[in-house]
């Protein structure tokens, strides 16, 4: 009996103090929150009080920046805007094109002085080193902006032509039950059909407007970098010149279009495997040969380092024949130039993984940051890793 009151004394005495401990975290952390909310709401309070102070410089600088880079478009030459405006409607895009041009030249201007400024001041290059990084500076500027654009361009073509033969047959369907082609095209135009809903509801617009149908169409093409829909407009148009039904035609180029895609699908899952093995390559491959081609520089450096290089080299030529020098590539140097060849080997192959995948080169260049931010971070893994196994061998035979 002693016991089992004991046993439940102890029971209770271990219930109580858990309760105790429980209701002690929870007051604990509801401090800590109210803490952190008031923290929060104080510096939140702070930074609109020093955005209230800086807006109308803000403004000012905006205002300034703008302008700046408007000016700094209207110095391109008319052929090139003309030319830069189209490439920005294949893109999507409904802005002025003397303003991302200026806003480019901006970027271009500044990136270079800004990395000049650092290469000389914080890096202590040589001033040869600091022309060649604001070069590359200006010309990476330029780059990306190609570079966003055609990605742009691809996203916007590709999403045309994946839901081109879905919208053909849409339209065919609605012209068979007795709609007009204005109507059959305007009912048609459904959100989920994305950037060609829109331009289909333009070519309605402009049938509306008076604009003949065919011409219409030849104006969407215009706007859109697409050959498929080039193609399919011609078809269409020499269907209807030539007194055929328009909705027979639609559906014949909608079959076709579906069993070029069909082809071209089987064709991607067939380049799969040439794919994974370049990614792998990339990746691990060429990080891998890098980082063991490193180490064994570093470990040859240090053993050298500590030898009489003279002495052992006259010792192998005089029994041996062999000729002793010391290795002509330094370990940093070396590791420049594996980071150099890994950002070009993941640049190419981005390009040439697109160009396996999709048909064009293009389509690549939405991956070729993370390539390079892959195999740059497996590179310096695999250092870290052959390190410390060589420093371990090396610490092994070094005791023994």
């Given amino acids: 009996m002693e016991r089992r009151d004991k046993g439940g004394i102890i029971s209770r005495v271990i219930d109580r103090v858990s309760k105790i401990i429980y209701k002690g975290v929870i007051i604990l952390a509801r401090v800590f929150s109210i803490i952190l909310i008031n923290l929060g709401n104080f510096i939140a309070m702070i930074l609109r009080f020093f955005f ?74 040589e001033s040869k080193m ?3 990084t604001a070069i590359i500076s200006f010309v990476l500027v330029w ?32 012209m068979i039950a007795g709609m007009t082609p204005y109507n059959a095209l ?9 950037p060609l809903a829109a331009e289909i509801q ?16 030849i104006n969407m093409t215009k706007r859109i970098k697409s050959e498929k829909l080039e193609r399919t407009v011609k078809l269409m148009i020499q269907g209807m010149s030539s007194g055929g039904e328009l909705p027979t035609v639609l559906q014949g180029i909608s079959k076709s279009i579906q069993s070029e895609q069909n082809l ?14 370049i990614l792998f390559s990339i990746i691990f491959g060429a990080p891998l040969l890098f980082a063991a081609s490193s180490q064994f520089i570093r470990i040859f450096s240090e053993i050298f380092s500590q030898m009489n290089l003279e002495e052992v080299s006259y010792t192998a030529t005089m029994h041996a024949g062999l000729t002793i020098r010391p290795i002509p590539v330094d370990y940093e140097f070396f590791v420049t130039y594996s980071i150099i060849v890994l950002v070009t080997l993941s640049f190419f192959g981005s390009l040439l993984i697109g160009l396996m995948k999709n048909g064009k080169l293009t389509s690549g260049i939405p991956i070729i940051p993370v390539l390079i931010g892959l195999s740059i971070a497996v590179f310096f893994l ?19």
């Fill in 186 to 194: 305007w009912v048609s135009a459904r959100p989920e059909f994305g």
């Fill in 130 to 132: 600091v022309i060649l």
């Fill in 264 to 277: 071209f699908k089987k064709m991607q899952s067939e380049t799969s495997a040439q794919a994974m093995f």
């Fill in 143 to 174: 780059i990306i902006m190609y570079m966003i654009i055609s990605s742009l361009i691809d996203r916007r073509t590709s999403s045309i032509e994946k839901t081109l033969p879905d919208m053909l047959s849409l339209i065919s369907q609605n």
């Fill in 202 to 217: 333009r070519v309605a617009k402009d049938t509306l407007a008076g604009i003949p149908l065919d011409e219409a169409l």
């Fill in 52 to 125: 209230n102070i800086l807006k109308p410089f803000i403004h000012f600088f905006v205002k300034f920046t703008v302008s700046i880079q408007y000016k700094l478009g209207t110095f391109f030459p008319s052929n090139i805007k003309k030319s830069f405006e189209n490439t920005l409607l294949y893109a999507g895009i409904t802005r002025n094109s003397e303003k991302i041009l200026g806003m480019a030249a901006l970027y271009s201007i500044i990136l270079p002085i800004t990395a000049g400024i650092i290469g000389y001041f914080v890096f202590k290059l």
């Fill in 382 to 400: 695999l250092q870290i890793l052959l390190s410390t196994i060589f420093s371990g061998i090396t610490n092994m035979g070094a005791v023994s």
